[in-house]
């Protein structure tokens, strides 16, 4: 990464260039770029826009319901046995990352109580306050669509949006994968 800026620096050198670590990815961290977006059309400058991000930063969160560890045990980032026990008992993980730091919240016996489960970390960490939401799927746009319903339903919903999982995040998720990306707004 930092020799990505180096190259930015040195092609652009009348432009400030700053790297924001935001910890986390996929659509917790496009709801973070779009804070950014958001304050450079208000108008503001880059002195004034870091601050507003790195405000935001730990209140994203993203959280997953899987279909199987399998395929985060073979990007090197679930046990073997955790992968094999979820297989086996049909079991559906349910996870999160804040930070930078993925959390075990779970196991579903299925993706619906997976769901619930996800829903419910959302509204503890929200309660009735305004939030924006990104859903994210992997084959499973018909639930993920319902899902925007719901959150438009029962939460004070700023934004919603519905998105496939890009094949690069896919490769450790897997097929099955549905989460919910938020953000107090």
Same mark, same amino acid.
Request: glycine share 8%; with cysteine; proline share 4%.
């Given at each position: 990464? &930092? ?5 930015a620096?040195? &092609?652009?050198p @009348? +432009? ?7 910890y ?5 961290q496009?709801?973070?770029? *779009? %804070? ?10 880059l $002195? ?5 991000? $790195? !405000?935001?930063?730990? #209140?994203? #969160?993203?959280?997953? /319901? *899987? ?12 046990? @073997?046995?955790?992968?094999?026990? %979820?297989?086996?008992? !049909? ?8 930070m ?9 016996? =299925?993706?619906t &109580? ?10 503890? !960490?929200?309660?009735l306050?305004? /939030? =924006? ?5 992997? #084959?499973? #746009? %018909? ?11 029962e ?9 496939? +999982? =890009?094949?690069?995040v896919?490769?450790h998720?897997g097929?099955?994968? +549905? ?7």
């Amino acid at each position: 990464m &930092q020799s990505a800026i180096e190259t930015a620096r040195k &092609q652009l050198p @009348k +432009i400030r260039i700053e790297l924001v670590d935001c910890y986390t990815g996929s659509a917790a961290q496009a709801l973070i770029a *779009l %804070t950014a977006a958001r304050a450079v059309k208000l108008g503001d400058n880059l $002195n004034q826009i870091i601050p507003k991000v $790195n !405000k935001v930063i730990p #209140e994203a #969160e993203i959280t997953l /319901v *899987l279909d199987t560890l399998k395929y985060l045990e073979r990007g090197g980032r679930a046990p @073997k046995i955790g992968a094999w026990a %979820t297989s086996l008992l !049909k079991i559906k993980p349910v996870v999160t990352n804040r930070m930078g730091h993925a959390h075990f919240l779970g196991m579903a016996r =299925s993706r619906t &109580q997976g769901i619930e489960r996800m829903i419910r970390t959302m509204r503890g !960490k929200i309660g009735l306050n305004r /939030v =924006s939401a990104i859903i994210i799927h992997s #084959e499973l #746009e %018909t639930e993920a669509k319902e899902l925007e319903h719901r959150l438009r339903s029962e939460f004070n919903c700023n934004e919603t949006y519905v998105t496939e +999982i =890009s094949a690069v995040v896919a490769v450790h998720l897997g097929p099955g994968a +549905i989460g919910i990306a938020f953000l107090p707004s």
